[in-house]
Structures are given as structure tokens and as C-alpha cells.
């Protein structure tokens, strides 16, 4: 079987869960005699065997950006002629998947790691390509032969959103994480480069600077916890400026009460996180809408305890009073995910966070019992297994 991917993001060029996702999906097709798997990915050139790369068209330079993003779906939907299965990532690259289907009259498979609908702030990134964006994923799903998503939660989500899309079609095959490549792994001289204190208890978190991942609800949380803990923030790739200028005047003021406040806003080689990870007390991750949440699997397999929201397919991997503790919050239902009582749910995540800080061999014997629960239920083989079922229920087999 031919299956080719389409994905906006590949490495080199990762900057979240999606991008870790295929990248991890297509190692492990690779891995096996019968798949012939290709990539086709948004950005620069790349040398790997059976990969393509495509730049925004120079014509479309001033363009809207979600017009520049149809200008690659366009370039992508000729070369996956022969393939047997075309299986896309995300909008920007669904209506690649899209016009290759239609184009070869083969069957298109899209992975459901976040949906249009759900991020009604992206208009404040996107302007009126939010609507455009809005439109083609709508389109590809509506269209698509099968459906994969990355939680139950996902599901419940894609059916509310596109109510067209049969649900015999939408699949749940969860996001996995490498257990050998996320390892515990202390390394005090790395953490020191990045101004943190291996001797002191820390709160790591990792994420981009969106309304989604409500890094503001987490620093007004942090406020409360003891000044010995260090908040450790990889956070970068602000949506707007709007909401940059929100967290650094949030981190300001937490800086001036307190030492070990530490913002490392450029993306972090992996072995620079997962040394973080490794000597942190706990894990923060305050999303408000998370399909599945890649970074807690992530902070489990270095043995790291997580402090998480109650959302999404969050509770899916994180097991409340087993591997971490899960946030409770109320949410609007307009697709936005905002807490309906934010003070409530900014104590209830300070709570969580003083609890596990203040108790750091629970915090560790959760981040112990994390590692085993990754390891027997996220492996990528296993979820490479799940997704060639899929291509093969598209096909008939």
C-alpha cells in the first residue's frame, strides 16, 4: 500500500503536536515492509528519501496567509498521483488532501488534531482567513472518506462541529509518544544554562502563547504557589500581540515578587526539554481546549507528575490521583472553552499546583506511575497498527 501524508509542518520544521504526530506516524509506517510511505510538507527543501517540500507560490507573497496556505495545497495535490491512500494533517494542509482526491479518485483519510470551530480566537490571528480556513477544513471533512481522531473528546467534537460527517466514518486512534526517545534524563548542567536551579522544586511549562493553551490562567495560579518554586516557562510563537503583551505583563509582576521566574521563548532542542521535564516537580499544562495534549505524554515518559485541565482528551491520558492531578472547569459552549467562573477555576489550578509542589514524593511516585501508563498504552507502533486500519476500512480491506 502507497499512503501519502500531507502536513504543514515536518521536521525540521515543528513547532507543535501536530507536527510531532506525523513525524512520529510516518517513522513508524516506515518501519514496516508493507507501507510505502511518502511526505509532502509545507517549507523548505529536504534531503529525506520520499519526501517532498513546497514553498508558498512567490506569486501569492502579499497575499492572505490562508490564501498563500491553498496556494501549497494546490502545488501538493498533483504528486500524490499513485497513491492508494491520501491522508492529510490539520487545515492547512486538508485541502491538499482534498483536491488530490478528487484529482486521482482516491480515498482521503484527515486526522483530526484540533478543529476551526473550536479556535474562534484565530480570527484575531487570521483575520477573514479564518473564515477561509473555516471553509476548507470544513470541506475535506465533509468529504472525507474517513475521519481519524486523536481523542474520544475529539470525536464528540468533530461530530457537534460537522454534523454532515457520518459518524461511522470518525475513528478514535490516540496521539502516541516515544518512550525511548522521552526518557528521564538529568542532566543539572543543561537546566543551569537555562537559569534554573536543579536544587530548587519547579513548575515546567511547554507551549505556544494562544488563548488555548491559557498560559495567562496559569500565571495568575502560579501567584499562590511558594516562593521557593521556580516557574520554568518554554513558551513561544504568540498569536497576536495582544495576548504576548498579556503574558509578559504577567510574568513582570510574578518576577517582581520572586526569583526563579524563567520565560526561554525560542523552541528548545529536545534533549534542552526533556532535561527540564526530568528535574521538575510537576508538569503544568492550564489548556482550556487540548484534543488529546501531546506535552503531558511527553512530561510522563521523563517521569514527571502533570497538573492538568479537565478538557478535551485530557482525561484520557492524564489519570486523576494516579499520574497527576485534573483540573475541574466549566466552559462556555460557543467553542471557545472559556472558564465560565475564571477566578474559580485559577484557584482550583493554584490549588492543584500547591498540592503538588508541596508534596514532592507523591508528585514523584505520579510521575513513576506516568512513565509505565505511556508505555503501555501510547506506543507509536501500536497507533501505526490503528491508523493502516483505517486506510485499509477506506479501501475495502
Known amino acids: 500500500m502507497r499512503v501519502d501524508i500531507l502536513s504543514k509542518e515536518y521536521p525540521p520544521e515543528i513547532y507543535g503536536g501536530a507536527g510531532v504526530h506525523v513525524a512520529e506516524l510516518v517513522r513508524a509506517l516506515r518501519a514496516r515492509d508493507d507501507v510505502d510511505t511518502r511526505v509532502h510538507a509545507f517549507g523548505a527543501e529536504r534531503t529525506e528519501e520520499g519526501t517532498s517540500s513546497y514553498a508558498e507560490p512567490v506569486e501569492l507573497a502579499a497575499a ?26 490539520t487545515w492547512y494542509a486538508n485541502m491538499g488532501g482534498h483536491l488530490a482526491s478528487l484529482l486521482h479518485g482516491i480515498p482521503h483519510v484527515v486526522t483530526a488534531h484540533s478543529l476551526e470551530p473550536m479556535r474562534p480566537w484565530k480570527a484575531e490571528q487570521l483575520g477573514g482567513g479564518y ?18 481522531a486523536v481523542s474520544g473528546a475529539m470525536r464528540d467534537d468533530v461530530l457537534r462541529s460537522y454534523p454532515e460527517v457520518d459518524p461511522a466514518t470518525v475513528h478514535v486512534v490516540h496521539n502516541g509518544i516515544d518512550t525511548e526517545m522521552w526518557t528521564p534524563t538529568p542532566n543539572a548542567d543543561l537546566v543551569r544554562a537555562h537559569g534554573v ?32 518554586v521556580q516557574l520554568v516557562l518554554c513558551a513561544g510563537a504568540p498569536d497576536t500581540r495582544e495576548i504576548e503583551s498579556e503574558v509578559r505583563g504577567l510574568v513582570d509582576g510574578l518576577a517582581a515578587t520572586r526569583s526563579g521566574v524563567v520565560w526561554i ?26 484534543p488529546l495534549g501531546i506535552v503531558n505524554l511527553e512530561a510522563m515518559a521523563c517521569d514527571t507528575a502533570v497538573v492538568a485541565t479537565a478538557t478535551g482528551g485530557i482525561p484520557e491520558v492524564v489519570v486523576h490521583g494516579e499520574t497527576g492531578w485534573l483540573v475541574p472547569i466549566e466552559q462556555a459552549t460557543d467553542g471557545t ?38 508505555q503501555e498504552s501510547f506506543s507509536w507502533p501500536a497507533i501505526a497498527e490503528q491508523t493502516l486500519a483505517v486506510y485499509r476500512g477506506t479501501l475495502g480491506g
Open 64 to 89: 492572505n496567509g490562508a490564501i498563500r496556505t491553498l496556494g501549497v495545497d494546490l502545488a501538493m495535490a498533483g504528486p500524490v498521483a499513485g497513491a492508494d491512500v491520501v491522508h492529510s494533517h
Open 131 to 148: 473564515a477561509v480556513s473555516s471553509w476548507a477544513e470544513k470541506t475535506a471533512y465533509e468529504a472525507a472518506a474517513a475521519v481519524i
Open 197 to 228: 536551579d536543579p536544587d530548587r522544586p519547579s513548575v515546567v511549562f511547554v507551549g505556544r502563547i494562544t488563548r488555548q493553551k491559557g498560559l495567562p490562567l496559569f500565571l495568575r495560579a502560579a501567584a499562590e504557589l511558594d516562593p521557593e
Open 265 to 290: 521563548p525560542e523552541m528548545l532542542p529536545r534533549a534542552d526539554v526533556i532535561a527540564l521535564l526530568t528535574q521538575a516537580t510537576v508538569f503544568a499544562c492550564p489548556s482550556i481546549y487540548e
Open 337 to 374: 472553552g472559556t472558564p465560565l467562573d475564571p477566578e474559580q477555576y485559577v484557584a482550583d489550578l493554584a490549588a492543584a499546583l500547591v498540592e503538588a509542589t508541596g508534596d514532592p514524593d507523591r508528585a514523584a511516585a505520579y510521575g513513576r506511575a506516568g512513565r509505565a501508563r505511556a
